[in-house]
Every structure is written in C-alpha cells, then in structure tokens.
C-alpha cells in the first residue's frame, strides 16, 4: 500500500451520500499550525508531478519531473514526544506517528523499545527504524503510550521532523512487525478517555500574499469548531467500497463551470494542487475559454474567468469563485509564472482509468472547513468563516 504524504487527504469515489443533521461540539481542543516551505521545487509541473506520484509512482512520466523531496507546501504542528519537541507533518492521507528525519529522536523515561520494526512507503518517500511506544502531546492533550516510529532511514522528508499521521486506522497495516494495525494518535486520545468523540476539525486562512512560512490554520481535536464556519456542516458517509475505505472516501457527483457539467463522479485525492481528469478537465478549459501553459502545465487564461467551478457533495454546490481557484499575483514570483496572463490551480490528471487522476486540493480546503469523523464514519464540509 502507498500512503500519502500531503496534509488533508480525502479521497472520493462512486458511492452514495446522505447529508447528516449540522453539528458542532463545545469540547474540544484546538492547536494551530504552520505552513512550511522547503523551497527545494519552484517548477510547477515537478510539484504537480510530484503530487500525482503520490498515489500513482507510474503516473509521474506523464507530466514532468517529480524528485522525490520533501513537499514544497506543507503543514506542520508542533509536536512533543517525550521531552522533545518536533515539527510534524499534518496528514490526513496516512496513519503512522514518527520522528527523526530532521531531529533525531532521544529515548527517554517515558519510552519504551517495542523491539519491533517499522517501515512506511509513501509515493514521495518512505522511512523505516523501530517502534517505540513514548508519551505524545498536541493541543494540550496527551497519549501516555502511542507508537511512535524511530525514523532511522528516511528519504523525501528533508526540512521537517517527521508524521503526525490523522487518517483511518486501516493505513497502518503492514507497517509495524508484528502488529496487524496500530492505534493513531486520536485512536488513543479515544480509548484513553481524552476525548468523547473521535472527529478531527481542520481550519485554513487562504493564502493570498506572497508570505511562504506563517501559522494560518487549526485542528480541532474531539470536535467541531463553529466559529471557524459559517452555516451547516454537510457530512457524507465514508466509502465501502475497496481500495477507497483504507481513506477518506467521499462522493462527488458532479463537477460544474458556470452551472454547467464539466465532468461527473471521479476518484479523488487532496494535495496542494487541484487536477481533473483529462476529459473533465477539457471539457472545463472549452467552457472557461482557457488553455493548457506550456510551461507550467496549469490551466491559464488571458482574463481572468467570470464564473464559479464547483464540485457537488452530499447534494450540496461547494463553489470556488475565480479569485479562489487562481494563483494570486502576488505569488507568481515564487513559483515562476509569467506576468501577463491568470493560471489555475488545476490541471490534467491523466486519463487512466486505474489511475487517481482527479485531485481535490489544498485550494478547496483553504475555503472550506472539513471534518473527519472516525466515530461516525463520515466526512464533512462547511463554509469557512
């Protein structure tokens, strides 16, 4: 199994979904965290490459370079281990906790060796060492005795410390000896009485400027904040159906440019870019009177588009307005684009059956509050406050 390596993944496919009644909960517990740029891959095509090999390691050749390197855009949380304190990466794309691809990881009174190895393979990188169980605190919550992976060989990681792994159970398989699965960091806070409910809230400022390294999101531990959204939160029940259940699976019926179809239910992964399948993604530039870069292989316009896209969830229209699906100016520099035209966070994702080739990104997330209930099985979405 490839696990992902971007925070907040969900992944969509073929299935039916119900909208839940809106909730929200006084108890919890928040903690911030910061976007991290490594600085390492400026190309937008090696970025978008990267993102797709993810998941599909066959699917790099098809839209450029994809060195395997610590993703450019991610968000990492300041986690402590023991007595020491690390900068984790936040996914929702994989399951395991573990350290020592930045700072080495100390055994200390609190740790103990399992005596057992760990290895994880991710489609940027992997890591392997030996499982420790140690005390693991975020947010002022802590789990007295969670497995934590010793990174001792790690590749694609450089820049931050490690994962802080938020997603099913299921995707830590396989990854320790002898151990069938083991229990994430929220399974615990459950099991250990923390928390009543096991839901994760996740909460992003849309980045706008041409700032690259700032705190501008928030987890919410054991529940839903409602003074990050506004409205009601639409849940859609988690997917059944195989290879999609190990993760975030969702439904998304449709895809629409101006009210109008552009494509219909698609697999789906989250990263920092979006990307459509071929046909749908055609289908968008033909209505939206734009074209494929060249140079960056984004979709561009020479004015920038009038109308909303949007994807429909849970029987309900989440739409990003153009300002939100381009690449502000201000951050044209940073990634290379040339002045003079508007380019899209979205792309062709191939046109392989097999392959995910449809990508739901961080751009969605920076709008929308999402929420990953383990406890019910669902998945939700609200608009940002």
Not at 14 to 34: D, E, K, R, Y
Not at 134 to 141: A, I, Q, R
Not at 143 to 150: A, T
Not at 156 to 161: A, L, P, R, S, T
């Amino acid at each position: 199994m490839v696990r992902l390596t971007h925070s907040f993944f969900f992944l969509a496919c073929l299935v039916s979904a119900t909208v839940s009644t809106p909730t929200s909960s006084p108890n919890f517990h928040t903690v911030s965290f910061s976007k991290k740029v490594s600085g390492k891959t400026r190309s937008t095509k090696a970025l978008l490459a990267r993102d797709l090999s993810r998941f599909n390691p066959d699917a790099a050749a098809a839209v450029g370079e994809a060195p395997a390197t610590n993703e450019d855009d991610t968000y990492v949380v300041a986690t402590q281990v023991g007595t020491q304190t690390f900068e984790l990466i936040v996914d929702t794309g994989s399951s395991n906790t573990w350290v020592g691809s930045g700072t080495r990881y100390t055994p200390g009174s609190t740790s103990t060796n399992t005596g057992k190895s760990f290895a994880v393979t991710y489609g940027s990188g992997s890591v392997s060492g030996t499982e420790f169980t140690d005390s693991v605190s975020l947010g002022g919550l802590t789990v007295s005795k969670q497995s934590i992976g010793d990174g001792t060989r790690s590749s694609g990681f450089q820049g931050v410390d490690g994962i802080i792994g938020f997603g099913p159970v299921a995707l830590t398989q396989g990854t320790v000896s002898g151990s069938t699965t083991v229990p994430t960091f929220l399974d615990n806070l459950r099991s250990q009485g923390t928390i009543t409910t096991e839901v994760l809230g996740v909460s992003f400022a849309p980045e706008s400027g041409s700032d690259e390294d700032d705190t501008n999101g928030e987890l919410t531990l054991g529940g839903t904040d409602a003074t990050k959204f506004s409205g009601s939160l639409t849940f859609v029940s988690k997917t059944t159906a195989s290879p999609f259940n190990e993760f975030w699976g969702i439904t998304v019926s449709s895809i629409t440019y101006n009210g109008a179809s552009v494509g219909g239910s698609s697999s789906a992964i989250s990263s920092t870019y979006r990307a459509t399948a071929t046909t749908a993604y055609n289908a968008f530039l033909s209505a939206s009177g734009g074209r494929t870069d060249a140079t960056t292989g984004l979709a561009s316009w020479t004015t920038l588009p009038k109308a909303n896209f949007a994807f429909t969830i849970g029987g309900v229209s989440l739409t990003l307005t153009p300002a939100q699906f381009t690449v502000p100016t201000a951050q044209y520099a940073d990634f290379g684009l040339a002045t003079g035209k508007f380019y899209g966070w979205i792309a062709d994702g191939g046109s392989v059956a097999a392959d995910i080739n449809f990508i739901i990104g961080q751009k969605f997330l920076e709008n929308y509050y999402s929420v990953f209930d383990t406890t019910n099985n669902r998945v939700g979405f609200a608009t940002r406050a």
